[in-house]
């Protein structure tokens, strides 16, 4: 955490006068939500899944809804999945996979799970495309899928696997101007802290469940 830090005017962005910068913080994320659009996967008519409530779940799949997609949207807590507008709701179980079996057009992972790939690929039907959007952690768990499952489906079944990362500032900018967006990002922070506090609040960034911390200058 830098007292100081130089870097090129060209890496600035201007926020609007209407966006708070509590909600401004979140235009890096949000501009990673935009990437998914940006790579032209999703068709118009496409029926579109998000699979995962964290921080980057929700971004997502609340910037499908702005851009007029239809979107059932997958994850393990009810609270964090009621925070997006526009979307069908699905808490995952262990029959989801077998339920939505093929049922959708293109899927976006954001779960961060290795698990979550899996069921993405599940719910993909043939010649559809899979987005990855979140990295997942290396460890040795049993239930992990191969990734030769992964591979023998994308290549039987024709689907396109694509990867998404980091995606445009000046249309996140854009976003927050809108209501829902400013519900949703409004509703992920879960505490404010001061600065001089920074080390606990990076505590509290690490407890589980927690979305959003943020430090306040005051």
Request: with cysteine; glycine share 6%; net charge neutral.
């Amino acid at each position: 955490m830098a007292e100081y830090l130089t870097l090129p005017v060209a890496n600035l962005h201007r926020v609007p006068d209407e966006v708070p910068d509590q909600d401004a913080c979140f235009a890096e994320p949000l501009a990673a939500a935009c990437r998914v659009a940006e790579q032209q996967v999703l068709r118009a008519g496409d029926r579109v899944a998000v699979v995962g409530d964290g921080k980057l779940g929700l971004l997502v799949a609340q910037m499908l809804v702005l851009q007029r997609h239809s979107v059932t949207h997958f994850g393990k807590h009810e609270h964090k999945l009621q925070l997006v507008s526009g979307t069908q709701r699905e808490l995952v179980t262990d029959q989801t996979a077998e339920c939505h079996a093929a049922a959708f057009d293109a899927v976006v992972e954001a779960s961060g799970f290795s698990q979550g790939i899996k069921l993405a690929s599940a719910m993909t039907r043939p010649m559809g495309s899979i987005v990855l959007k979140s990295t997942c952690s290396a460890v040795n768990d049993a239930s992990m899928p191969a990734w030769s499952d992964i591979a023998n489906d994308v290549v039987v079944n024709e689907k396109r696997l694509q990867g998404s990362r980091c995606g445009p500032f000046e249309p996140a900018l854009e976003a927050l101007k809108d209501a829902r967006i400013q519900r949703l990002v409004r509703g992920m922070l879960s505490k404010e802290i001061a600065l001089s506090e920074g080390p606990a609040g990076i505590a509290a960034a690490q407890t589980r469940g927690v979305l959003k911390v943020q430090l306040v200058m005051t």
